[in-house]
Structure formats: C-alpha cells, structure tokens
C-alpha cells in the first residue's frame, strides 16, 4: 500500500474508486502480487480452521504432539492422533476440518473465473458473460446445492440432459454451458475436490442430435434483400450523417459493429480497411455498463485487411470531410460513437422506409450473403469476414436474399421441362 500512497495518494483513489474497483486497480498494475494474496488467504482459511478444532493439542513427555478428532466409530466419539511435529498435526486437523465443510459449485465456479480473469485468460467482457450464462444454465438447479465433492457422473449427465430437454438448448446454447462445465470440473480436480475427468466425461457422453432445439429462422429476417438496401442506400443519400455513412460503410465493407465504431482514418491503407481493434463492453461493480476499446479485434482471424471497392472508398471520403480532425471516423461532439448508436440506428431506418427490423449483424450477413453469390474466391470471403474457413461463413452468414418474384424466375429459368 506504501506504493500507492507515495504515487498516487491513497486518500485520492479511494474517494473515486469503490473496494472492488480498487482492488483490481492494485491487481492489474502489479502493485500487489496474486500469489501473496492467494498465500494469505489460504493462511486465514489455515487460522480458522484451526480455531474451529475444539480439542486441545498437547506435546507428550516423548516428545510428540497429541489431539483428538471425532470419530463416530469409536465409544466415546473421538479418537487419538499424534504426530512427530507440531505443524503436522496442524496439517491432520486442517485436512480433516476441510473434509467437512461442504464446498458448493458455485463457490468453485467463481475462483475459477476470478484467476482467469487475473491472469489474463479472459477480458472482463467474458466475465461478465460468463457469470450471466452460470446463472442462466445453473441458477435453479438441484446440482447447485449439492457439495461438489459428492457430485456423480450421474448427477452430471442427468444436469446436463434436464438443462437441454428444459431450456431447449440448441447446439451452440449447449456449447455455452459445455464451457463452464470443462472449467469448473478441471479447477476442482486441480484443488482434489473431485475425481471426475471432465474431458474423458464428455467424451463419453453421448448427446443425439434431436435433443437440441432448431431455431428456424426465415431467409428474411437474417439479411436484407436487394431492394431493401436500395431503400436504405436512398434514405443515407437524402439523410447525410456521419452515423448513417457508418451504416453504409458496414454495408460496403461487412465489418463487424463492434469493429465499425473504433475506426480510424490511419486504418485505410490504399485500397484496404485494415482491422485492428474493436470495442468491448462489460459492468462495473455498480452495475453500470463500461465502454472501452480493445486493441485486437474479437477474433485472431478478425486482425484482416479489407477490400475496399469503389463505392466505400466514396464513402470513407464523406466521412472524412464531416469529421476531419477526429481521432475516430465516427465521432459526435468530441465523442466517439459507441457500438449501440449504430444498432438502435439501424432498426429506426428500417422502421423508416418501411422494412422488417433488423440489427447491424443482419448487415454483416447481408454482405456474406452477396460475395457468395457473386461467386467470389472462397479464399477472399473467408479473409473479408475474418472467419476462419467458408462452412463457418456458409452455417451462419449465408442466406437467400431474393424476392419471392426473384426466386420464381430464377427457377422458370433453371427448370424448362
């Protein structure tokens, strides 16, 4: 803490900061190492669970150190231990307290999450959904409240089967909830709370197809068709703004809304919109929401350069002769524009000129959609999506944009008999 005082001023911090909020702070600037902190706690837990021991410890005249511990078994509920040294006892009645004391998943879950996200291993945007989704498969589950030491692989199976038979998980849902299990079981076999091997577990376990849920969704709400772009394109052309010429850019360029609104002018290079950050979101202690810029995109396939064809290139120009100085291409009154003025945008355009509502991923789909009709390079497509090979572009990107009137022609033409 001298460190902070000399530097900073400890009275200052605090008075802006919340115990929480300061504690990471201490954590993320290296003022206080992890494993120190993760030695005390452990000599605290050590402390009181010695004093929970209610029989005394005693040294005998051979020199050895001597206790009781309770055991049923015997006639009058205890038996003795001794041990060589002191310390080794302390360690016997230490195990044995710990045996007893009951350990809930959910206690596990949050250090495994808390060192993941101290480490480094996650953002604190993926905290935050991981804790969201631990509520939403976990929240009512009897396996909540049963110690994690007892738990089964039949408790296990049976978890999983009734949280997809009673969520209707489909099989990505599934994948979620598949990744909080690995994490949780590999930490508590790691700190010996049980003998399931989560790896070999799933990979036994055998999930049919039919048991996740199918969400079908029509071609329509998943892209815009042509004539709806044309309307959109017109309503930008007649509204120019700088928000709207994002929108259009998304359009043009397929990139991600997270990636749009972090955009700089020192990103075009030629002819390409190279990729290089995007922003994050997650809560603060407080449950407010915290907006930041992280300098990689969400994905390391999504660190690309895009294509630009003629018509972005044109409206990289707009944006620049409205915002000439800013360090950002989307900003509005000295402020970058944040990733949620884009998606509320783009459902009031659609409601505006008359289309289904859709989201700024709908845009991104879009974009897939025609580069694949357009028959461009698989190669290409999968390096101007950031994905990393077509089936994952083709499995979620990929739909028919075509008018019911469109469809019918094309397949007049393709069917003459």
Request: aromatic letters at 10%; glycine letters at 6%; hydrophobic letters at 35%.
């Amino acid at each position: 803490m001298n460190i902070i005082e000399n530097n900073m001023g400890m009275d200052n911090l605090q008075n802006g900061l919340n115990k929480s909020e300061l504690l990471q702070f201490i954590i993320n600037n290296g003022m206080i190492d992890i494993n120190d902190i993760q030695n005390s706690m452990e000599a605290m837990k050590r402390e009181e669970l010695l004093n929970k021991h209610q029989y005394k410890i005693w040294q005998g005249k051979d020199g050895k150190w001597y206790t009781y511990l309770p055991d049923e078994s015997k006639k009058d509920g205890r038996r003795l231990v001794k041990r060589s040294e002191k310390k080794s006892l302390e360690d016997v009645i230490v195990s044995y307290w710990k045996k007893t004391e009951k350990i809930f998943l959910e206690d596990i879950f949050k250090e495994w999450l808390l060192q993941k996200l101290e480490y480094g291993e996650i953002q604190k945007q993926t905290y935050d959904r991981y804790k969201t989704d631990f509520q939403r498969f976990f929240a009512n589950s009897d396996i909540l409240k049963k110690d994690i030491r007892k738990i089964t692989e039949d408790d296990l199976e049976m978890f999983i089967r009734d949280t997809i038979k009673n969520m209707k998980l489909s099989n990505k849902s599934y994948s979620g909830l598949r990744l909080l299990i690995i994490g949780i079981f590999k930490y508590a076999k790691k700190r010996k709370f049980t003998e399931i091997s989560i790896t070999q577990f799933l990979g036994d376990l055998e999930l049919p197809k039919k048991c996740f849920s199918k969400r079908s969704m029509k071609d329509e709400e998943s892209v815009f068709t042509d004539i709806e772009v044309e309307r959109i394109f017109n309503y930008i052309k007649e509204n120019k703004s700088i928000i709207n010429f994002g929108i259009l850019l998304a359009f043009q360029t397929g990139v991600r809304v997270g990636e749009l609104c972090t955009l700089k002018f020192s990103d075009i290079q030629d002819n390409k919109l190279c990729i290089r950050r995007t922003e994050v979101r997650y809560r603060d202690s407080e449950g407010g929401y915290i907006y930041e810029v992280r300098e990689s995109p969400k994905t390391e396939a999504g660190n690309r350069d895009i294509i630009l064809n003629s018509e972005a290139q044109k409206t990289l120009k707009q944006i620049r002769r409205i915002n000439p100085f800013g360090e950002y291409m989307f900003m509005k009154n000295g402020e970058r524009i944040k990733e949620k003025a884009f998606s509320v945008k783009i459902v009031k355009i659609c409601r505006y000129v008359g289309i289904k509502e859709r989201s700024m991923h709908k845009v991104r789909k879009t974009y897939a959609t025609k580069l694949i009709n357009a028959g461009v390079d698989e190669s290409l497509v999968i390096r101007q999506m950031g994905h990393t090979s077509l089936d994952c572009t083709k499995n979620y990107y990929y739909f028919n944009n075509k008018t019911d009137e469109e469809a019918t022609r094309q397949i007049e033409m393709a069917i003459s008999y």
